[in-house]
C-alpha cells in the first residue's frame, strides 16, 4: 500500500495533465461554470479599528453578518503585518519540504494530535478525494503539545506560537462583539468553550481540471468560530448563501471569520454556520490557515439558557457533549444537524 508521503497531491501532481478519476466529483457536486456572482454580492467586512463608529455599531454590523451570511472579513484587526506574513511563510516553507520530512515532522505526538493526511481526515472512506494535503494540530495557549508539532521550517514553533496567541485574542474580541450583541455575558465563551483552540493548514496544489475537483467539499464548521488566513491573489473559498455560491475574495490584511455550528446551536439558530467549500485552480497554489476555536470535550453544546427567556421561547436543539457531537458529526454528516434539531410543531420554525 502507498504511504502517506507518496499519496500526498503535493507528491505527484506534477506529472498529470488531467486528474485522476478518483478526484472526479459527481457532476452536482462540481464547481460548474455558472457559479461566479455579481461582484456586489460579497461578505460583508467589519473594520475593527474603525474609532468613528462606537461598539455598539461595530457590534451591530457583525452580529448582521453573522445572522445573514455567517461569514465576514475583518480589517484593522491590530494583528502585526509581519506577523501574518511570517505565518504564511512559515507555512509556504512547509509546503516546499520532501514530503517524507513532511509527514516526519507531523508525526511525533503518539496518540497522533498532530497530523499530516490528504484529501480529509477520512481519506480511506472518501469515495471521492479532494485535492488538498494538510496540517493540524492543538494549539492551547498554555504552549503544553509544543513540543509534538514541527520543528521544521527552524521557525516554525516560534511563529506558529506567536500566531496562534495572536489568534486567541482576536478570537475573544470578536466573541465578545457577538456575545453582547446577543445578549450574553461578554466572557461567555472565554472559558470552556474556547478551551481547546486547533490550528489546520492546508495546502491546494494547481490542478489540471479545476472544474471537475474540489479541494474541500461542502462543510460547516464544527466550531464555535473559525478565523481563517488566505493567502493573497489566490482565489478558493466559496460561502454558500440562498443557493448562490459567493467567492470569498483576499483582501489585503484581513481574516476571514465564520461561525460554527457550535455558535449556531448555542445562538439557538440566531447566527448561521454556514455552508461553505474551496474549490482549485490551474495555476497557482494556494495556502491558507485556519484557527477553530474549539471546546472541551466535556463541555455541553446546548442553547444558552439565558436566550430561551426563562422557557418562553424553545430550544431549537438538543443537548449534547462536545466530544459527542464531533463523533456524531463526523459519523452522520451530512444528516447530523437535522438529527440535531428539535422537531417542535408550529414553533420557532426551522431556517
Ligand atoms: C476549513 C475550511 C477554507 C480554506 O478548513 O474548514 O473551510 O479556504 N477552509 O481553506
Ligand atoms: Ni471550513
Redesign the pocket.
Given at each position: 500500500m502507498e504511504s502517506l508521503d507518496q499519496r500526498l497531491v503535493s507528491s505527484w501532481f506534477h506529472g498529470h495533465s488531467s486528474v485522476p478519476p478518483t478526484y472526479v466529483q459527481p457532476l452536482e457536486s462540481r464547481p460548474g461554470c455558472r457559479f461566479m456572482s455579481p461582484s456586489c454580492m460579497s461578505i460583508p467586512v467589519i473594520d475593527l479599528g474603525d474609532r468613528h463608529n462606537d461598539r455598539a455599531d461595530t457590534i451591530k454590523h457583525i452580529l448582521k453578518a453573522s445572522e445573514q451570511y455567517g461569514f465576514f472579513q475583518v480589517i484593522n484587526h491590530r494583528v502585526s503585518k509581519d506577523l501574518v506574513e511570517e505565518t504564511l511563510n512559515v507555512f509556504k516553507e512547509f509546503r516546499a519540504m520532501p514530503p517524507k520530512e513532511k509527514v516526519n515532522e507531523c508525526s511525533k505526538d503518539p496518540i497522533g494530535r498532530c497530523k499530516m493526511y490528504t484529501s480529509s481526515e477520512n481519506y480511506e472512506k472518501d469515495a471521492i478525494k479532494y485535492w488538498k494535503d494538510s496540517l493540524t494540530h492543538p494549539c492551547p495557549p498554555s504552549g503544553e503539545y509544543m513540543q509534538y508539532w514541527p520543528d521544521k521550517p527552524t521557525k516554525y514553533r516560534e511563529v506558529v506560537g506567536k500566531y496562534t496567541q495572536e489568534m486567541r485574542k482576536l478570537g475573544h474580541e470578536i466573541l465578545e462583539l457577538l456575545s453582547e450583541g446577543l445578549g450574553l455575558d461578554p466572557s461567555y465563551f472565554h472559558g470552556k468553550l474556547s478551551k481547546n483552540p486547533q490550528v489546520?493548514q492546508?495546502h491546494?496544489p494547481p490542478c489540471p481540471e479545476p472544474s471537475l475537483t474540489l479541494?474541500?467539499a461542502k462543510?460547516r464548521?464544527t466550531s464555535i468560530i473559525?478565523i481563517?488566513l488566505?493567502e493573497q491573489d489566490v482565489q478558493?473559498?466559496q460561502v454558500l448563501k440562498d443557493g448562490e455560491w459567493l467567492r470569498v475574495d483576499p483582501i489585503p490584511n484581513a481574516f476571514v471569520v465564520n461561525i460554527g455550528l457550535l455558535l449556531q446551536v448555542i445562538s439557538n439558530g440566531r447566527l448561521v454556520g454556514a455552508e461553505?467549500r474551496?474549490v482549485t485552480n490551474s495555476t497557482m497554489a494556494r495556502t491558507?490557515v485556519?484557527y477553530f476555536i474549539y471546546p472541551s470535550l466535556k463541555t455541553i453544546i446546548e442553547p444558552a439558557q439565558c436566550l430561551l427567556n426563562n422557557g418562553t421561547t424553545l430550544p431549537m436543539y438538543k443537548s449534547m457533549p462536545f466530544g459527542e457531537f464531533r463523533t456524531s458529526f463526523l459519523a452522520k454528516f451530512p444528516k447530523f444537524e437535522e438529527e440535531l434539531r428539535f422537531k417542535w410543531k408550529n414553533v420557532n420554525d426551522a431556517r
Amino acid at each position: 500500500m502507498e504511504s502517506l508521503d507518496q499519496r500526498l497531491v503535493s507528491s505527484w501532481f506534477h506529472g498529470h495533465s488531467s486528474v485522476p478519476p478518483t478526484y472526479v466529483q459527481p457532476l452536482e457536486s462540481r464547481p460548474g461554470c455558472r457559479f461566479m456572482s455579481p461582484s456586489c454580492m460579497s461578505i460583508p467586512v467589519i473594520d475593527l479599528g474603525d474609532r468613528h463608529n462606537d461598539r455598539a455599531d461595530t457590534i451591530k454590523h457583525i452580529l448582521k453578518a453573522s445572522e445573514q451570511y455567517g461569514f465576514f472579513q475583518v480589517i484593522n484587526h491590530r494583528v502585526s503585518k509581519d506577523l501574518v506574513e511570517e505565518t504564511l511563510n512559515v507555512f509556504k516553507e512547509f509546503r516546499a519540504m520532501p514530503p517524507k520530512e513532511k509527514v516526519n515532522e507531523c508525526s511525533k505526538d503518539p496518540i497522533g494530535r498532530c497530523k499530516m493526511y490528504t484529501s480529509s481526515e477520512n481519506y480511506e472512506k472518501d469515495a471521492i478525494k479532494y485535492w488538498k494535503d494538510s496540517l493540524t494540530h492543538p494549539c492551547p495557549p498554555s504552549g503544553e503539545y509544543m513540543q509534538y508539532w514541527p520543528d521544521k521550517p527552524t521557525k516554525y514553533r516560534e511563529v506558529v506560537g506567536k500566531y496562534t496567541q495572536e489568534m486567541r485574542k482576536l478570537g475573544h474580541e470578536i466573541l465578545e462583539l457577538l456575545s453582547e450583541g446577543l445578549g450574553l455575558d461578554p466572557s461567555y465563551f472565554h472559558g470552556k468553550l474556547s478551551k481547546n483552540p486547533q490550528v489546520l493548514q492546508h495546502h491546494y496544489p494547481p490542478c489540471p481540471e479545476p472544474s471537475l475537483t474540489l479541494g474541500i467539499a461542502k462543510h460547516r464548521d464544527t466550531s464555535i468560530i473559525t478565523i481563517l488566513l488566505q493567502e493573497q491573489d489566490v482565489q478558493g473559498l466559496q460561502v454558500l448563501k440562498d443557493g448562490e455560491w459567493l467567492r470569498v475574495d483576499p483582501i489585503p490584511n484581513a481574516f476571514v471569520v465564520n461561525i460554527g455550528l457550535l455558535l449556531q446551536v448555542i445562538s439557538n439558530g440566531r447566527l448561521v454556520g454556514a455552508e461553505h467549500r474551496v474549490v482549485t485552480n490551474s495555476t497557482m497554489a494556494r495556502t491558507s490557515v485556519a484557527y477553530f476555536i474549539y471546546p472541551s470535550l466535556k463541555t455541553i453544546i446546548e442553547p444558552a439558557q439565558c436566550l430561551l427567556n426563562n422557557g418562553t421561547t424553545l430550544p431549537m436543539y438538543k443537548s449534547m457533549p462536545f466530544g459527542e457531537f464531533r463523533t456524531s458529526f463526523l459519523a452522520k454528516f451530512p444528516k447530523f444537524e437535522e438529527e440535531l434539531r428539535f422537531k417542535w410543531k408550529n414553533v420557532n420554525d426551522a431556517r
